[in-house]
């Protein structure tokens, strides 16, 4: 099968990192006779020096145009340090999430037997964690009515939901759960803000028509202490926007590296996949950042595909570079692998997998 990806490597480490998930689609193509078309478009910081917009319409074009989009990083601290800069890169990724309708954000956070003395918290606390958050993407504070007084003293950000934009995600946490432990998890804040309440209240009426699952809901300041306390209780953790960008950050912790964390994002038309982590600056061009984010993305985006067991076989890649400590410095302060021969390694593991497992 021929597949168009739509390539947006973004800022900083982004298209080091997404030219090692490329290696690895051609590599998993090849051996299964798929073609996967990219077509690079600019976005975030490039795309500001380029066209004064961090998501020209050029390149939404392309996004709109394809089978699903590859996403590699945004940021750069040339904005970050400016407080009055009014064009900025993640205006750039934001109005990608809203413009692509892709409302639903799914962040897996496993913790890998062979990188259990890796994370700062104690191998017993990690073990068996096998989560995934899902995030509300297009609205709440991050999307909600900005406001700033004339004279700059006071501004506020307004978080809204609508009952629909709730159900429409909660169904997909419900089946999610259903495929795996079959427990969600409602992160909220019902005893402080009204849109909580609102999330508790459709989230119920939806749980009725999904007996098999137990729901359960914790705010999110106890999420936040039990992420850590005793993470292997969550299967499903469904929150809004915030407070998911928060608590999958916290998560990341867990595995090790945030340089771990793949995530997609969905709508009802289009699919983006990207890795967790930024755009890491004082890392670009040094060969240095971890590549295997951008290439569980990568799998994530066959299984998005209906590509079950090509994704299979790039996550299976990944468990060999782990195991065999084919990873960079973030992971193994002594690794002299870069991410070059990091991506070289599991392109390589794709294609002759059945060595590299038997070995
Ligand atoms: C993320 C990032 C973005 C977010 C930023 C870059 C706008 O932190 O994808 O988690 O806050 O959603
Ligand atoms: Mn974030």
Redesign the pocket.
């Known amino acids: 099968m021929k597949f168009k990806i739509a390539l947006l490597s973004g800022d900083g480490i982004g298209p080091e990192v997404t030219e090692q998930a490329v290696k690895a689609l051609h590599a998993i193509g090849d051996l299964h006779g798929h073609t996967f078309e990219f077509e690079e478009a600019p976005v975030g910081a490039l795309a500001i020096e380029q066209t004064g917009n961090p998501l020209p319409d050029a390149t939404l074009e392309v996004c709109k145009n394809s089978d699903a989009v590859l996403f590699g990083a ?2 750069d601290p040339k904005y970050d340090n400016n407080p009055d800069a009014k064009v900025r ?2 205006q750039g ?2 109005k990608l ?1 809203k413009e692509l309708g892709l409302y639903t ?1 799914i962040r897996p956070v496993k913790a890998y037997p062979t990188l259990i003395d890796k994370s700062p918290l104690k191998k017993d606390i990690i073990e068996g964690t096998d989560m995934v958050i899902y ?1 509300e ?1 297009t609205g709440g504070i ?1 999307f909600g009515e900005k406001k700033l007084s004339e004279d700059g003293t006071v501004a506020s950000d307004l978080c809204e939901y609508s009952e629909a934009e709730i159900e429409r995600i909660a169904h997909l946490a419900f089946k999610a759960a259903r495929a795996r432990k079959k427990k969600v998890t409602l992160v909220d804040k019902a005893n402080v803000l009204e849109s909580s309440r609102l999330w508790r209240r459709v989230v119920t009426t939806i749980s009725k028509s999904y007996e098999d699952i137990d729901l359960d809901f914790l705010f999110v300041d106890n999420a936040a202490m039990q992420m850590i306390l005793n993470p292997s209780q969550f299967d499903v953790i469904l929150t809004e ?2 407070f ?2 928060i608590i ?2 916290e998560g990341s912790v867990i595995g090790g590296s945030i340089g771990l964390l793949a ?1 997609a994002s969905v709508g009802d038309k289009s699919a983006m996949f ?1 890795p ?1 982590h ?1 755009s890491y600056p004082q890392a670009t061009g040094k060969d240095i950042a971890n590549p295997i984010a951008s290439i569980l993305s990568a799998a994530m985006l066959l299984t998005h595909l209906g590509l079950h067991e090509e994704a299979g076989v790039v996550n299976k890649a990944v468990e060999r570079a782990l195991e065999k400590q084919i990873v960079t410095s973030d992971l193994y302060k002594e690794s002299t692998y870069g991410t070059k021969s990091v991506g070289d390694y599991i392109a390589h593991a794709i294609v002759n997998i059945d060595e590299e497992t038997a070995r």
């Open positions: 945004i940021g890169p993640e990724l934001l999430r954000n995030r993407l991050y926007n915030m998911g960008d999958s950050d995530s990207e967790i930024g």
